[in-house]
C-alpha cells in the first residue's frame, strides 16, 4: 500500500463509518474494512475501478463528485475521505464544505503545485510540467484546480475549518525532514485531516 495511504489509516479510528470519494479501485476501503473493521462506501466514476471494488468486497457507488452529495445525509459518516481528487472537482471550496457537512473529520491529499521542481521545469522549459506524478499534458489533466498547501490552507481560513493534522511528503510519499522544514516549496503532496 503507498505510504500516504498508512499514514491516512493511522488517522481512521477503528469500527468508523467512511466515505471514500473518487475510491479509485477501493485499494484503501479493502484495507481498512480488513485491518480497522470500519463500515462505508466508495464514490467513483471509473467503470473498471467500479469493478476492482466491487471484486474486493468495497461497497461502492457510481457518482459523478461534481453532482454533489445530496443523496447524503447530515452527519452520515465519521470521516469522509478524498484522496488525490480534490484538483480534479468542479467547485472544490463547495466539496470541502459538502465532506464536512457529511462527516465529523475529512481527510484529503492532493499534490502541490508549487513544489520546486515542477517550479524548475516551468522556468527551464516555459511548458506546463509532466511529470511521474503529474504524468499529464496541459491539454488532457483531469487536474483543473491547481492548488499548493498555502492555498489550501488559506481556504480552510476562510470557511473557519480547523487542520487537526497535515504531512508533507515527498515523490515517494515518504516524510523528508527538509519537506517539513519548508512545506511548500520541498513538499510534493499534502495529507490533511480537517474538522469544523
Known amino acids: ?8 489509516q493511522e ?16 485499494t484503501l ?6 485491518e480497522k473493521r470500519v463500515t462505508g462506501y466508495g464514490l467513483e466514476i471509473n467503470h473498471d475501478h467500479i469493478t ?18 445530496g443523496n447524503f445525509g447530515d452527519a452520515s459518516f465519521d470521516t469522509v ?37 515542477l517550479r524548475w521545469y516551468l522556468i527551464r522549459r516555459g511548458r506546463m510540467p509532466v511529470s511521474q506524478a503529474l504524468p499529464y499534458t496541459w491539454y ?12 489550501f490552507e488559506a481556504l480552510c481560513q ?4 480547523k487542520i487537526l493534522n497535515r504531512t508533507v511528503v515527498d515523490e515517494e510519499y515518504r516524510h523528508r ?5 519548508w512545506p511548500n516549496m520541498l513538499g510534493q503532496f499534502a495529507i490533511y485531516r480537517v474538522t469544523r
Open 177 to 181: 525532514w527538509l519537506s517539513q522544514l
Open 29 to 34: 476501503l479493502d484495507f481498512l474494512q480488513r
Open 52 to 69: 476492482t471494488c466491487l471484486r474486493r468486497g468495497v461497497s461502492v457507488i457510481e457518482q459523478d463528485l461534481d453532482n454533489g452529495l
Open 1 to 8: 500500500m503507498r505510504v500516504d495511504l498508512e499514514i491516512i
Open 11 to 26: 488517522w481512521i479510528q477503528p469500527g468508523s463509518h467512511i466515505l471514500d470519494l473518487g475510491c479509485g479501485d477501493g
Open 158 to 161: 476562510e470557511k473557519h475549518i
Open 81 to 117: 475521505l478524498m484522496t488525490q481528487a480534490l484538483q480534479v472537482v468542479r467547485e472544490p471550496d463547495v466539496m470541502l464544505e459538502e465532506m464536512l457537512r457529511l462527516g465529523r473529520e475529512c481527510i484529503i491529499t492532493f499534490p502541490n503545485f508549487a513544489y520546486w521542481r
Open 140 to 151: 488532457n489533466t483531469p487536474n483543473i484546480h491547481f492548488c499548493t498547501f498555502k492555498d
